[in-house]
């Protein structure tokens, strides 16, 4: 059953995954509850000042979010924005840089969101060029994951991409259930345009996303790997299959 407001504590729910994996879609979904707040890559100012990374666009989100970790950890663990039943917090593993404790995540209910290496590498690429496997995150993930399973009961909910696109009512109820959480209609769509987490209006990260109502599928079957792409795709398929094989029947 969906959390109430009746007593019960909110449901904070994580969701970790790395960048071009249809995460802010899945964002959208959530934010288009009434019933749930929603926080987007929180961690990121403090991942661009610790380690001085380079990304299109960063300066809007060092201006806009806490840079040290503990702010940002006090936050997620604070009150509820708007004191909703329900907390989805979209992170990128790779965010969770080695200074920052682990043991909150287990305070939390926790969710995993993969896709092709070969789709995350081309969708990156048009973003960003030039780029490394471990822009991709997927070791981090997979660290994310191991720690999870560890320390948390139960196989964590793995979500990939995939069946997201193309089945997406199927996807979201398989992983509400997983999350003790009630699917709504409401999660299949939502308004065009810029929302309120998200940076400015064409931002290249979210220029996709901001142009979308809803699902739209993504490609299917096993994808294609360019040349210049394959030494990048091949050091993060262990990964991805070590997450993959607890993918959500959809």
Same mark, same amino acid.
């Given at each position: 059953?969906?959390?109430?407001?009746?007593?019960?504590?909110?449901?904070?729910?994580?969701?970790?995954?790395?960048?071009?994996?249809?995460?802010?879609?899945?964002?959208?979904?959530?934010?288009?509850?009434?019933?749930? #707040?929603?926080?987007?890559?929180?961690?990121? /100012?403090?991942?661009?000042? !610790?380690?001085? $990374?380079? %990304? &299109?666009? =960063?300066?809007?989100?060092?201006?806009?979010?806490?840079?040290?970790?503990?702010?940002?950890?006090?936050?997620?663990?604070?009150?509820?924005?708007?004191?909703?039943?329900?907390?989805?917090?979209?992170?990128?593993?790779?965010?969770?840089?080695?200074?920052?404790?682990?043991?909150?995540?287990?305070?939390?209910?926790?969710?995993?969101?993969?896709?092709?290496?070969?789709?995350?590498?081309?969708?990156?690429?048009?973003?960003?060029?030039?780029?490394?496997?471990?822009?991709?995150?997927?070791?981090?993930?997979?660290?994310?994951?191991?720690?999870? #399973?560890?320390?948390?009961?139960?196989?964590? /909910?793995?979500?990939?991409? !995939?069946?997201? $696109?193309? %089945? &997406?009512? =199927?996807?979201?109820?398989?992983?509400?259930?997983?999350?003790?959480?009630?699917?709504?209609?409401?999660?299949?769509?939502?308004?065009?345009?810029?929302?309120?987490?998200?940076?400015?209006?064409?931002?290249?990260?979210?220029?996709?996303?901001?142009?979308?109502?809803?699902?739209?599928?993504?490609?299917?079957?096993?994808?294609?790997?360019?040349?210049?792409?394959?030494?990048?795709?091949?050091?993060?398929?262990?990964?991805?299959?070590?997450?993959?094989?607890?993918?959500?029947?959809?």
């Amino acid at each position: 059953m969906t959390p109430g407001p009746g007593g019960r504590p909110p449901r904070r729910i994580a969701l970790w995954s790395g960048p071009r994996s249809l995460s802010t879609v899945l964002l959208r979904a959530w934010e288009s509850r009434a019933d749930t #707040a929603v926080s987007d890559e929180p961690f990121y /100012a403090y991942f661009l000042t !610790a380690t001085g $990374a380079q %990304r &299109p666009n =960063a300066g809007e989100s060092l201006a806009g979010q806490p840079h040290d970790w503990r702010v940002v950890l006090g936050r997620l663990l604070g009150e509820v924005p708007g004191g909703r039943p329900i907390w989805f917090q979209k992170h990128h593993a790779m965010h969770l840089l080695p200074e920052v404790p682990r043991r909150w995540i287990a305070g939390m209910t926790n969710c995993f969101l993969v896709r092709h290496p070969a789709r995350v590498a081309a969708s990156y690429a048009r973003i960003r060029p030039a780029f490394t496997a471990a822009d991709l995150g997927f070791r981090q993930l997979r660290s994310v994951f191991g720690h999870v #399973a560890e320390h948390c009961p139960g196989t964590p /909910a793995v979500l990939n991409a !995939a069946d997201l $696109a193309h %089945r &997406p009512r =199927a996807a979201l109820t398989a992983l509400c259930a997983a999350l003790g959480v009630d699917f709504t209609e409401d999660m299949l769509s939502w308004p065009p345009g810029r929302h309120e987490h998200d940076p400015s209006l064409g931002d290249p990260w979210y220029r996709n996303v901001q142009g979308s109502s809803g699902f739209l599928p993504h490609g299917e079957g096993e994808p294609k790997v360019p040349e210049e792409l394959r030494g990048v795709v091949d050091a993060c398929m262990d990964d991805y299959l070590c997450l993959d094989r607890h993918r959500l029947s959809c």
